[in-house]
């Protein structure tokens, strides 16, 4: 089965109301069918903190979304550990001349790894890397 890279613009669009990306977000999704989805730790780290300036509903609705998916078998969370972050430092330090995040650095890396080529996310530093942005 098919595997996407779900970023943290994804999982922002599914739970906030109002995000400008919501639609864009559902239809790339339901344009995939049956794939399995890879996130990392790092990107939930990364919603969460999106999250928690948005008050009570926002900061509980981003526990249950990353309790649910922790436990959901069409989901699967790479766990954030030491060999994570240096591999993303590993990339962030080639990079110099970009602007990407190290949030991102271990996303790329990540996806490298697992040769997975496409990501649900609008972000086109993804496409500076050679990978597949599906949120247009």
């Known amino acids: 089965m098919r595997t996407v890279f779900v970023d943290t613009l994804y999982w922002i669009a599914l739970l906030v109301a109002s995000d400008p ?29 999106a999250l928690s300036g948005l008050g009570t509903h926002y900061r509980q609705a981003g526990v249950q979304l990353v309790e649910a998916m922790r436990r959901v078998s069409e989901v699967e969370v790479a766990h954030q550990s030491h060999v994570s972050f240096d591999n993303g430092l590993g990339l962030y330090r080639m990079r110099p001349d970009k602007s990407y995040s190290m949030v991102d650095c271990i996303s790329m890396v990540t996806m490298r790894q697992r040769g997975i080529t496409e990501i649900l996310t609008n972000d086109h530093h993804f496409e500076q890397e050679g990978f597949v942005v599906l949120i247009r």
Do not use: N
């Open 21 to 49: 990306w919501k639609a864009k977000a559902l239809a790339a999704r339901s344009r995939l069918g049956e794939v399995r989805l890879l996130t990392t730790e790092e990107v939930f780290l990364e919603v969460l903190t």
